[in-house]
């Protein structure tokens, strides 16, 4: 275990898993700019530690996340235009990091994921939520927009569940977030855990290399420019075949054994 007081990582259960909680539960885990620093430095570290494969992120407390620290947000207003650009900067990157991390993200939600706690759960490659969590982009409600979450919530719920979510700024329960696409399993409280493992057992399975290169592709292959897309995956999958690890997985498999993924 380690990790500050706002946030603490995990890698006891199994040290290829790192699980990430935020821990200011007594804010709801709403992220302030030492939180947003260390949940930066947190991602870009685990994607470049070859020994982790799977990162979890989840929130200790009542609820995941309660977005941005609106204390915090409110005190930017002494601050210049400059300063705000900067600090918003900060916001930006943080998101950016954990969406770019090579590995697979599991999102552990549960109580509440709004504002930016909705742009926590989209940068995450397969959500499990609790029952009955609430998501939502609430920003308009406070004379806010979300902005630099925008691209990342979009992506997941498309154009049109966020025009509805952005206006109305209302809060939608796990089974909505899981019909707009946010959300990939709804589970009661006690088979949370369960759940998350289940994703996590999955994930291991994977060739690290595939897996980082299938994330790519996925966030990538539908927005490639049309002259692109055919030389993009075409290369893509013949680097795969002759690679070492592309190599074992298939002898592997038809050796019926599991594959040897070179963990370090
Ligand atoms: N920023 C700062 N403090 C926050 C916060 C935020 N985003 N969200 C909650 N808190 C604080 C509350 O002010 C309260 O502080 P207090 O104990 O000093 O009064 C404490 O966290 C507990 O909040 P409470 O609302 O009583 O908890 P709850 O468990 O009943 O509800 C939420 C949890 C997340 C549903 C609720 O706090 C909420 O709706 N928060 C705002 C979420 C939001 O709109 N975020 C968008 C930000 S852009």
């Known amino acids: 275990m380690s990790g500050s007081s ?3 990582v995990d890698r006891s259960a199994d040290s290829r898993v790192a699980r990430v909680f935020l821990n200011r539960p007594s804010v709801r885990n ?12 947190t991602a870009q570290g685990l994607g470049r530690d070859p020994s982790i494969r799977v990162v979890v992120l989840a929130g200790d407390g009542p609820v995941f996340c309660a977005g941005a620290d609106l204390n ?9 235009l ?3 650009r900067r600090d918003a900067g900060a916001l930006g990157a943080m998101f950016e990091a954990w969406q770019l991390l090579p590995k697979p993200v ?12 909705t742009g926590l759960a989209a940068v995450c490659d397969v959500v499990v939520a609790q029952e009955g969590t609430l998501f939502g982009t609430t920003e308009v409600r406070l004379g806010l927009v979300p902005a630099v979450i925008s691209p990342y919530v979009v992506a997941k719920i498309g154009q049109s569940n966020a025009r509805a979510w952005f206006l109305t700024g209302g809060r939608y329960d ?14 009661p409280a006690e088979q949370l855990d369960r759940a ?3 994703v996590v057992a999955a994930c291991l399975e994977g060739g690290p290399e595939a897996l980082a290169e299938s994330k790519v592709l996925a966030m990538t292959a539908a927005s490639l420019p049309s002259a692109e897309v055919r030389a993009v995956t075409v290369e893509s999958i013949a680097r795969r075949r002759v690679s070492a690890e592309g190599q074992e997985g298939m002898r592997a ?12």
């Open 106 to 117: 599991v999102g552990k939600v549960h109580g509440a994921a709004l504002g930016g706690g």
């Open 253 to 264: 498999f038809l050796e019926r054994r599991a594959p040897q993924w070179g963990n370090p």
């Open 30 to 41: 709403a992220f302030d700019d030492g939180l947003i620093e260390l949940l930066t430095h």
């Open 6 to 8: 706002s946030l603490r």
């Open 196 to 198: 998350v493992d289940e």
């Open 72 to 80: 915090w947000m409110k005190g930017m207003a002494a601050y210049g």
């Open 82 to 84: 400059d300063e705000n």
């Open 174 to 187: 796990a089974l909505e977030a899981l019909r707009c696409g946010l959300v990939h399993r709804v589970v």
